[in-house]
């Protein structure tokens, strides 16, 4: 089992006449990944906020109307995570034809993730593979060989069909491209926003992580295509088709922002059964 | 209220090693619409089929897995259609912050309507007009008369962005861009695959129609951006981000397609409260 | 040495009030490519016509001015070419700083071939191949072995980016892919108009063919990416940056086309040197 | 007539193995447009230098092969411009049968320009205004008045058909929109490469500057459509398709640049016919 400690700073400054804000910012609530105790401090006593649960009450979608001025979140929370860990060997891929219906939107193309356009190359360089996890793994690593990471080569635009054309990008770009090539063969895939336990420092500070679930025998199973962080320390905040459904801000309003404060800690403590994330031969979910 | 009569057929032929269809054909069951009657037939005996209920109860996905060789579903149904009508005057906009949450997806950009990339041209164009369903109603006559309808003027690939740019498309397309330019002036707006009751036969035999709904006040009100049927005789058969998510037929395998073959028609009886659809100023709701 | 026997057939039906036609359908007049005899019939006997050379007095261009009615023109000519044939292993690729300057922009990106967004991809895959005929070989093999010949899969917007994306298409997509490539790597490439000499009858009746040429060494050296003709019985009409620059016929005004009714023919006579086209190892220039 | 003082600096770090520099930095020679006097100092003494004539010997294109280390150009020069001056209701469009040969190429699409994409909402718009030197002006006008400029909003690969959708861009995409919509219909349109007398400092320092000229009459006509410079006081220094083929600097290899240091100065002197450039209602052309 893997314990986190996570620790959140939001700061804003809003203008006139104030702004309405989507966040998510609290882990998800899964079978396998489990809230221990959390506190939320929200800078404006006289904010108006509530947070709702979607996605079948796993996810925490805070709303929050903000008047001008200044504006802090200070988020803290420990998070436990019993990963359900397979041999990969044992996962099979599920025909469409037996795909549930909630799963099935996972193969339809999305604003980032264009798998109709992509569906010849993604059959020829993937099709002939032997189903199972091994082919989504391949398309992962297809895609960390094939792009590179670099900072600020992106903006709010860049789809799929742009990474794999020019074969840079962050973490989002990462995840869009390999989303975009499952789906295209008809691979249900859907976009994580998480955290980065484990990034290499040289990549910046902590930061919100962008990484992909594929749906393989009777769950969804995770990838870290930009392979910047180590998928067992990863904690899932929000998932959705791509980028536009999970960014953990979502802003309406004039708005300037400062960069998010973020830091993730991992508890050892054998006696508890807390280990320290690592990379690991296991297929991982976390429900 | 109104009362149609709906025949479909569709055929095709599958090849080996068959093929796995999701059909979107039958008319949702809402608040306001109501199937009296229905029958299917199958000309497959041996093929696997279910209908699934999504999106709350309210569509129905016929699932089917059919075996090489021909294939034929007969469809036809009684509907009653009993409009939610309102005086446009009276429809105010919803501010984000008090949108449902279920309603939140539909002002984020999908594949086809790629809202994010118009947002200075809608504010500039949208953004200051006085807040309702008139401001809806602009942006619906605004891609009416900018827009030009001709047939085999777009493709499976054709998005908002590409419309916007090239003036010409089918219904499909005039729904893709009315839908990303009411996002991106944050109304919620999704898309609706259904029929085209009282379209000009100079624009080909009766056909599956793509139409708009937009959010406001606290239900979807219709609107018809390509302006080649009458509203009032539209039936819904499903709704969705856009056309990725409720085409009629989502085909997996080795199959050729004939055109569908689609007859609707209105019952006239004054008696049972049934007229013939009309064009209307009162805006249009199926719930 | 080759010698061809070049027919072709254009047929219109020009509408009210008129329209004005630039063709490409003379073969260049180039070191290596000689006309011997040429004939060249208008049917309409009031047409205005005239021909222009161009880049360098080595293209033709056939300007036209037609009035409504039928059009037909019908073209014949034997062309003599005497291939600069080269043994690949004997040809460099030139630096930047010592290419000629009217050579420099076809290192550019055009209109189908935006070498500038394939940088990256370009260089990792073919960047570290070693400089000369064999890499420029190189792109053009990866090319014709990553996209698939279908007819009807593009269109007059379909440009290079798509093509890597989509890997489909027909000749001319092909041809663009492979200059985009080259360029991206700063090898200047352009793109060449001309006939299919040897294509399968498989793919539809004798055409005009769309192929690229790379400037190595001194010269321009020809490849057919869509490897579905015999280089050596390619005839050149007219060369430019991308389809943009050269389509056989340029077209302003309400006109309808009938197909091209084009013929070729290699005549062989050992005795005076001519010989028929075959596959080559040599790499071919005609100037 | 319009004397002009020009200073210009470019200062580059090269890192090894040496860089490869087009440069586009000299004042063309045309008939409108003398060069007093110059000189240009190069900071690397052993560096390789030329200066080559394009386009029918009017542009002036300075290649430079650079060694690793501080590299700076200093070029200052004197020029006079004696602007062809016309009554804009004199100035016709010249039917595509009739353009110049060498003017044809303008009306092509191009990469930054896809004018093909573009003409259908461009006939609609533009289509049926009276021709002449007023068509042009009113797309002129529509693009200055639809697209707001604003730094560090495009990129390298930004082209027409974004800033149609985005409304929004920097000099050179004003320039390019501009440029594709009068391609669209017909009219010969290029990208001229200049500097940016008269322009707003608040939009920064003195700088290059993107503009436009147009195809009519017997010559080329200037337009500057983010209208931020004074045309009269516009310096040319190279012409071409769009910003692709007239960088003011090309480069080929690992250079890190400063920001161009750029003063331009008019001087005045009635005596000998020297006045300062002023906003005219004249058409104006530098040859």
Redesign the interface.
């Known amino acids: 089992m893997v314990r986190l400690q996570y620790q959140l700073e939001l700061s804003y400054t809003v203008a006139d006449p104030g702004a ?1 804000f ?1 966040f998510y910012i609290h882990p998800a609530e899964t079978a396998q990944q489990h809230v221990a105790s959390e506190n939320l401090t929200v800078s404006q006593p006289d904010a108006n906020w509530e947070i ?1 649960l ?1 996605d079948g009450m796993v996810q925490r ?1 805070l ?1 929050l ?1 903000a008047r001008p001025g200044p504006l802090t979140l200070r988020y803290e929370s420990t998070i436990d995570i019993a990963h359900h860990l397979v041999d990969p060997a044992q996962i099979p891929e599920v ?3 037996r795909l549930p ?1 909630d799963v ?2 996972y193969i ?4 980032y ?2 798998s ?3 569906s ?2 993604a059959m ?1 360089q993937f099709g002939y593979l032997p189903q199972g996890y091994t082919r989504a793994k391949a398309i992962c690593e297809w895609v960390q060989q ?1 792009v ?1 990471f670099r900072s600020n080569t992106s903006s ?2 860049t789809a799929a ?1 742009d990474t ?5 990008g962050v973490c989002r770009d990462f995840a869009h491209l390999m989303i975009a090539l499952c789906r295209a063969i ?1 691979l249900p895939a859907r976009f994580v926003s998480g955290t980065d336990y484990g990034a290499d420092p040289s990549l910046g500070p902590p930061d919100f992580h962008a990484y992909v679930e594929v749906y393989m025998g009777d769950r969804w199973y995770l990838f870290d295509p930009s392979n910047t962080a180590i998928p067992m320390g990863m904690m899932r905040l929000a998932t959705g ?1 791509d980028a ?2 999970v960014a953990f801000a979502t802003i ?1 309003g004039p708005v300037m922002s400062a960069p998010p404060r973020i830091h993730v800690e991992a508890i050892e403590d054998p006696e508890r059964g807390w280990s320290l994330p690592v990379h690991t031969p296991f297929a991982l979910s976390t429900g």
Chains 1, 2, 3, 4 share one sequence.
């Open positions: 309405d989507f709702q979607t979608c709303r109307a025909p469409v034809a219906l099935l939107q339809y193309p999305s604003r993730c264009q109709d356009r992509l010849k190359f020829d094939n590179t709010g635009t069909v794999l054309l020019e074969r840079v008809n088709r536009a459904d309406f």
